[in-house]
């Protein structure tokens, strides 16, 4: 079976394709995963080949390169793929398109969110619409608040999109009692501050201009709490200059890209997610299974997994005086701050882990296969 996604950069589209291979039955299944174009910056390639998949990139050069298509029929054919998953919205074109070419089923993740679809330019849009209607046989969704809305926007019938939750290494974020997690605070602040952790792409979706400001806020009532900002982005020196601007620069840690996020994770004191749009985040599973309390803005599926005032805290997107005021209640209530923590870890555990994940989609693939 092939995995096409559009790069195998770092994001959480692209890091999803590592767990899959984790945990997929190698025995039943004969992975491989195909990107259009080498990644950009950082790469998950050398993740996926020393688990022993075979890793291609097609070096597209366009959303239109018939070359590349070719290519893809020929890789599908002369490795005598079955059934083909895409992610991402050029893979789902050009896999869709693949597929029916070559007469193997296709299923289609949709890692975005309505607000994503609708900013494609009008070919891009008209072209994700057409190949699902036509050459898709399954659209999955990362949660059931968006099922109906995704199979709106691409006009299919709603039997044809399934509902399957994102999954996480839970072992590979959950750390024991004996974590030393003062020295991975003091490695990164310089000291044992309360640390307050953000983890996602320096975007205009993930808005860290809204979390700077609740910083801000924060500073005034807990000068105490540092905000360490885990990724990389186009808003990099933007950020850094309302950071200073705001008088808060050293309170605010732009850690950039770590390979270490789960050591991060288990260190923090919480976990924020600020996004204006979500489908349903990767980084909100992993903190959760590293037992952060989590505070994030209650958008997408958001909320099918972190349950307001048991398992975390929700509130509005673009607020930070209510952002500001969450994070607070718990660095000043460090007893809520466990307790929802640990809520927060045994909710995913049950719900949202590799192994419950990876069964779905193999039972999916069963499915269609036998069709």
């Known amino acids: 079976m092939l995995q096409l996604i559009d790069h195998l950069g770092n994001g959480g589209a692209e890091r999803l394709q590592v767990t899959f291979a984790a945990g997929i039955d190698r025995a039943r299944f004969d992975l491989h995963v195909c990107a259009l174009r080498t990644a950009p910056g950082l790469s998950i390639t050398p993740e996926l080949r020393a688990l022993g998949v075979p890793v291609t990139e097609l070096e597209q050069r366009n959303a239109y390169d018939i070359p590349a298509l070719m290519s893809l029929v020929s890789y599908i054919r002369r490795n ?11 893979s789902d074109i050009m896999g869709r398109m693949a597929g029916f070419l070559t ?8 890692h975005n969110s309505r607000e994503d679809l609708d900013a494609e330019p009008p070919r891009r849009q008209w072209l994700e619409r057409w190949t699902a209607r036509l050459m898709a ?4 969704v990362v949660s059931a608040l968006l099922r109906e809305e995704i199979a709106s926007w691409f006009g299919v019938p709603l039997k044809r999109v399934v509902t399957i939750p994102n999954g996480v290494d839970i072992e590979r974020f ?21 640390m307050v952790i953000n983890v996602a792409r320096w975007t205009p979706q993930k ?6 400001e609740a910083a801000r806020i924060v500073a005034e009532a807990r000068p105490d709490v540092r905000f360490v900002l885990v990724g990389h982005g186009p808003l990099h020196d933007d950020l850094v200059a309302q950071a200073a601007e705001a008088g808060i620069s050293d309170k605010v840690i732009f850690a950039g890209f770590r390979e270490d996020v789960a050591d991060v994770l ?4 919480l976990f924020v997610l600020s996004s204006l749009w979500e489908g349903m985040p990767l980084a909100l599973l992993e903190a959760m299974a590293a037992g952060c309390a989590t505070v994030s803005t209650n958008v997408g599926g958001v ?12 509130v509005p997107p673009a607020d930070p005086p209510a952002l500001a005021s969450a994070i607070l209640r718990y660095v000043n209530e460090p007893q809520l701050k466990r307790q929802h923590g640990e809520a927060g870890y045994l909710w995913v555990k049950e719900h949202y882990s590799m192994q419950a994940w990876v069964g779905k989609l193999e039972e999916l693939y069963r499915r269609e296969l036998r069709r």
């Open 137 to 140: 046989r399954r659209l999955i």
């Open 207 to 212: 808005d860290q201009r809204t979390l700077i």
């Open 103 to 110: 007469g193997r089923p296709v299923v289609s993740t949709i």
């Open 266 to 269: 288990a260190a923090g004191d």
């Open 174 to 194: 959950h750390r024991g009692a004996d974590f030393d997690r003062v020295s991975v605070r003091r490695e990164l602040l310089g000291g044992d501050y309360p």
């Open 80 to 90: 005598r793929i079955d059934i083909i998953h895409t992610h991402l919205l050029a």
């Open 303 to 314: 909320a099918q997994v972190l349950q307001d005032k048991i398992t975390g805290l929700l």
